[in-house]
């Protein structure tokens, strides 16, 4: 349905320097198909998003959308525009205009529905999103999760065959990350094309028939979601999807300040949406640096989060000592507690660690 050939996309600086974004993306993309695009920021992953609907004209290349060349010089682009959708982080709704009337507005002007069969088909689609009941108020009184609920209303209300998502949850507060993702999966079973540029890895993995992985302009590894997540092939790829999230205390007297690190440990389990709360990782910490290892000090505390297997664990490393610090009353308290505890040397010392 898509085919991209040769595509490159350069930026002249203010200085007049050239910045090439987009080197030589080559890809086809079926009907039907559901492609997270996945990669480090500033990569091109947007500026692709933006050529492949012509809102950022390529420099150098050639796209095709059912056969036809739609960078070619006077291509009628509302064309493009009636196929192709997009969703941006930021929603870009119409402020002054109600919910409902957001989405009959494109409907009625570009497709020339009548009032009637607008609004009652707006009204399906934000039943479908799980919006109906804010139909008549603005979007100002909205949160970010239904604000991008309603956008996403809105696009299907064009109808399009493709439907672009350029990071739709990144500027969501974590708690509403789910209810916008579980709309995007509810399309993605309708056999409507998708291309979906996100850092929800376990999102991209259950969702997609394939992923790109985009790295310094192009496509540097593509696959099916159990290659890329489960064995890429290229090293870069395996870095970036076992990318492991770590707050890291050095906890050394008696004066550590422990209001900062359970702070630290709140954010960080918001940020990353974790499986485990706060609270529970906070008061392990506590007990194993009270109870169990009063005296080992200075004592290395790390939480982390693997954001693709979704594993948090909490790591307690000492240097300089060879052997398990626990006493066996700690392991009689902790078993049951976490998923598993591992005893284990390090280079310079012991660690233990706890999987939550
Ligand atoms: P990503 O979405 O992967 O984070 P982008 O496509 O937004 O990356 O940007 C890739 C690079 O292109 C960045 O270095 C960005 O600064 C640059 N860039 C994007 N748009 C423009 C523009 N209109 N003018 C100049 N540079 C741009
Ligand atoms: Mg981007």
């Known amino acids: 349905m898509i085919s991209i050939k040769h595509l490159s996309k350069s930026f002249r600086n203010p200085d007049g320097s050239v910045i090439t974004v987009l080197k030589d993306v080559n890809c086809e993309i079926g009907r039907g198909e559901v492609i997270s695009i996945i990669g480090p920021s500033g990569t091109g992953k947007s500026t692709l998003l933006r ?33 192709m959708g997009m969703v941006f982080q930021g ?36 039943r479908k999103v799980g919006m109906a009941q804010k139909a008549d108020v603005y979007p100002s009184s909205l949160s970010g999760g239904q604000k991008q609920r309603v956008a996403i209303a809105r696009s299907l209300a064009m109808h399009p065959e493709v439907i672009l998502f350029d990071e739709p949850t990144s500027a969501l507060d974590p708690t509403m990350v789910g209810e916008v993702l579980s709309v995007i999966r509810s399309l993605s079973k309708e056999g409507l094309t998708m291309l979906i540029v996100t850092h929800e890895m376990r999102f991209a993995r259950d969702v997609s028939t394939r992923i790109f992985f985009m790295n310094e302009g192009v496509i540097y590894e593509d696959g099916a979601p159990e290659q890329i997540f489960g064995h890429p092939v290229r090293s870069a790829t395996k870095a970036f999807v076992n990318r492991i ?65 979704g594993e948090t664990a909490l790591d307690f490393m000492a240097e300089g000592i060879t052997a398990s610090p626990l006493p066996e009353a700690a392991r009689d308290s902790l078993r049951g507690r976490v998923k598993q505890m591992v005893e284990e040397p390090t280079a310079r010392g012991f660690r233990v660690k706890l999987i939550l």
């Open 245 to 309: 999230q770590k707050l890291v205390y050095e906890v050394d007297s008696a004066d550590f300040d422990f209001l900062q690190m359970h702070t630290g440990f709140n954010q960080f389990c918001i940020k990353y949406n974790l499986p485990v709360t706060a609270d529970a990782a906070y008061s392990l910490v506590r007990e194993l640096l009270f109870e169990h290892l009063p005296d080992l000090r200075p004592l290395t505390v790390r939480l982390t989060y693997a954001e693709l297997s």
């Open 51 to 83: 050529a492949i609907n012509m809102l950022e004209p390529p420099t150098g290349g050639e796209i095709r959308v059912d056969g036809e060349n739609i960078t070619a010089k006077g291509y009628p682009l509302h064309k493009l525009r009636q196929k």
């Open 91 to 126: 929603f870009n709704l119409f402020e002054h205009k109600t919910v409902l009337e957001n989405i009959i507005y494109a409907p009625m002007r570009l497709r020339h529905v009548p009032e009637a069969d607008a609004r009652e088909e707006a009204m399906e689609l934000l």
